[in-house]
């Protein structure tokens, strides 16, 4: 193989040495001249050349690198390529489609012995990770039933969040885990399909769904937020990291978030008509929304106009008291206004949390 | 390939994250990645210095150049294998390049190089050795020196004592029973999806 001539052909065997980098340089440098010249062997090198790599995928022992390391290949990507500049919340359609892959592929990794460990919310006294995914993989079936794309060979036919979970529970007793994990990822494509290709603009159109009518957009962008916090719950579960969704998601559930906080006022001692809080959420850049205490969904980008209390704190920490997972007493945040009504607002964030 | 190692949804949303720019996906990408992509180099090379540069290049390529990961032609995580192997190998020869200079220096001024301190040989895991005993021990033996050695196919021939074309076609046919042993229920690839 010193011919560097891109007509001499290539056998099967230089190629898969190829593939397995397994060519001196010069050697190499021919064959690839060959393969810009002749598309089809081209497709075959890359063939084995993946066959090699998913070997490697097989059977290569993970090894932690040092914890400095993670810092230093983000300091390098951003010199080479600045990250994007996030400058609005993403769209429902994205924050679906992003917090469902992240889980997806958290699933993905756990071992055998992850799938029994047991969950800690209070709500879900019993549970293990894998009762939490077959309860994601339900109520993702149940949105792709409810969007006109359902997903072929699941039985479910119960409609509200509970009983759903229950049915799908019983089915997957006993079961391979994979199975959940398999029946979440469909669901999770087709449901992002389909409210991809009805675009922003027909989200507002009620679907049914947890036994009443809602907006498509409330329904995928509480599915969202459902999988993130169940994802937590799976991460604390096995001893890993909680995560935060990327900003430009986390500006959206903050939005949703704070549309939610008169809803548990209403639960939790009443509206407040004519008080009005504002929230400044220091992780997201002190972006922030005023709240109307006494109108369900009054929520407006924060403006200049004086408010009763506003509100400094995460937007991390509201979300994650919004769905009972962090205890408002140990939810950290300053006040400038009135301490009490803010108090109340906090203290109330967890009113609305289901399973 | 089968559709079973092509990516799947949730890799190819990881991909689109990353070509739209979002910092969080290669911090996704690093988190759920980064132990196999240094595990590889590290077998490959068996130094954790030259490993971690090694990982650290690849993920900062994959940001520069998120266009050229192709989930209609395997996992991700297969891709990174691939692009981990080829710096491996480069730098295995590099090294051996230059340990071969030092050693004819060496002989001429009379000093003894460090051996240590060039490229080492990770030992073969029980896990690596459990999926190649679905190979013939003679194309096992071929494979694991040009993978995770980093030996040409040409020093196949000469370690094994056997000649280069039978070196080159022992490769080919171990190649071709790893890909059919992908898709085997048994591999320890599939044991991590249950």
């Known amino acids: 193989m010193n011919d560097d001539s891109p007509n001499v052909p290539v056998s099967p065997d230089d190629l898969a040495a190829y593939a397995l980098d397994a060519h001196d340089a010069d050697d190499a440098a021919a064959i690839a001249a060959h393969l810009d010249a002749s598309p089809d062997d081209g497709r075959r090198e890359q063939d084995l050349r993946s066959a090699a790599g998913e070997f490697a995928a097989a059977v290569v022992t993970e090894v932690t690198p040092a914890p400095g390391l993670r810092s230093r290949v983000l300091a390098e990507a951003r010199r080479r390529r600045e990250p994007a500049v ?270 | 390939m089968d559709e079973r190692h092509q990516a799947s949804w949730a890799e190819r949303v990881l991909v689109e994250r990353l070509s739209g720019g979002d910092e969080a996906a290669l911090v996704d990408l690093y988190d759920r990645y980064a132990g196999f992509v240094y595990g590889l180099a590290v077998r490959t090379l068996a130094d954790r210095q030259i490993a971690e540069d090694i990982t650290q290049e690849v993920f900062v390529y994959l940001w520069e150049h998120p266009e050229r990961i192709d989930p209609g032609r395997g996992t991700l995580r297969g891709f990174l294998g691939t692009l981990t192997h080829r710096r491996a190998v480069d730098t295995v020869r590099r090294e051996e390049a230059r340990r071969r200079r030092e050693a004819r220096v060496a002989r001429e001024t009379g000093e003894v190089p460090d051996v240590a301190a060039a490229v080492l040989r990770a030992d073969t895991t029980g896990r690596v050795r459990t999926a190649l005993e679905v190979l013939p021990a003679a194309q096992r033996r071929a494979l694991e020196l040009a993978y995770f050695q980093g030996y040409t196919y040409r020093q196949v021939a000469d370690v094994l004592g056997i000649p280069e074309g039978t070196a080159k076609s022992r490769l080919r046919l171990a190649l071709a029973r790893i890909a059919e042993n992908l898709d085997s229920p048994t591999s320890e690839h599939s044991e991590r999806w249950v």
């Open chain 1, 86 to 355: 996030v400058i609005a919340g993403s769209s429902p359609i994205d924050v679906h489609r992003v917090e469902l892959g992240r889980a997806i592929l958290l699933l993905r990794d756990l071992t055998i012995d992850d799938w029994t460990r047991p969950v800690d919310p209070p709500e879900l006294d019993g549970w293990t990770v894998h009762d939490v995914v077959v309860h994601l993989a339900a109520n993702e079936t149940l949105l792709a039933h409810q969007l006109g794309v359902p997903l072929p060979g699941i039985p479910e036919t119960a409609t509200d969040n509970e009983g759903r979970t229950a049915q799908a529970h019983a089915r997957h007793a006993g079961r391979p885990p994979a199975l959940a994990v398999a029946e979440l990822e469909a669901a999770a494509e087709a449901t992002s399909a389909e409210v991809a290709a009805r675009g922003e603009a027909r989200l507002d159109e009620p679907i049914n769904w947890w036994g009443g009518r809602s907006p498509a957009r409330i329904a995928v962008l509480v599915r969202a937020f459902e999988t993130w916090t169940h994802a937590d719950d799976v991460r604390r579960a096995i001893g890993a990291s909680m995560v935060v969704p990327p900003p430009a998601s986390l500006l959206t559930m903050a939005h949703a978030a704070c549309g939610l906080v008169p809803r548990t006022l209403a639960v939790r001692g009443g509206l407040r008509p004519g008080r009005l809080v504002r929230f400044r959420f220091t992780d997201l850049g002190d972006a922030g929304w005023d709240v109307d205490l006494g109108a369900v969904g009054g929520v407006r980008p924060a403006g200049d106009d004086a408010v009763d209390a506003e509100i400094v704190t995460e937007a991390v920490a509201v979300c994650r008291g919004i769905s009972a997972r962090l205890d408002p007493r140990d939810l950290i945040f300053d006040v400038v206004g009135d301490e009490r009504l803010a108090r109340d607002v906090i203290d109330a964030l967890p009113a609305l949390a289901v399973i």
